[in-house]
């Protein structure tokens, strides 16, 4: 009974949609921005980086005059390396989909996250930090292995921001702190 329920609503739905409605679409372009990097399906490797750079350039970790948005793959990965965020041992392509034990790993580097006592030993990897993530809650349940939207990319930088600057500059009125 529901699968039929449902399959009426979907069929209904279809049915509303005509041909000659415009679609909107995203404009393809040399420098993502943010906006565009919302509105992506699966954010990619370099979305990520970029992401996270303009994040540590913006909480002061890197020069203000930086201009992440035209950086090349190349350039973010050497800044993102610098400052201990990604391995250097990693050999991602800018257009590969980004995974979710990547941004944990780049979060967690990020916030400055130690490993517990074996992982101290060996290092921190993209599966602890993934767990760490979830249980901290910057990242939402899943797998490590399955792919981040662009909006859960920015989710996450949005968490740590948060995290790492908790009042960023909020005036309160009188009437708002009581």
């Known amino acids: 009974m529901r699968f039929g329920l449902t399959m009426l ?20 372009a040399d420098d993502p921005t943010i906006a565009m990097v919302a509105d992506r399906v699966v954010a990619t490797v370099e979305d990520g980086y970029r992401v996270f750079l303009v994040l540590a350039r913006d909480q002061g970790r890197l020069d203000d005059n930086l201009d992440v948005e035209r950086m090349a793959f190349e350039e973010l990965r050497e800044h993102l390396v610098a400052l201990c965020l990604i391995s250097a041992r990693w050999n991602y392509d800018p257009g590969q989909c980004l995974r979710r034990d990547v941004v944990a790993y780049m979060s967690a580097s990020y916030l400055g996250i130690r490993p517990g006592l074996l992982t101290g030993l060996f290092g921190m990897t993209r599966r602890y930090a993934h767990r760490e993530m979830q249980f901290r809650q910057y990242i939402a349940p899943g797998s490590p292995r399955s792919f981040v939207t662009g909006s ?27």
């Open 9 to 28: 609503f979907v069929f209904l739905a279809c049915l509303s949609i005509r041909a000659d409605d415009s679609v909107l679409t995203v404009p393809e």
């Open 152 to 178: 859960e990319l920015l989710s996450v930088a949005t968490r740590i921001s948060i995290c790492v600057e908790p009042h960023q500059n909020v005036t309160l009125d009188d009437d708002e702190i009581h």
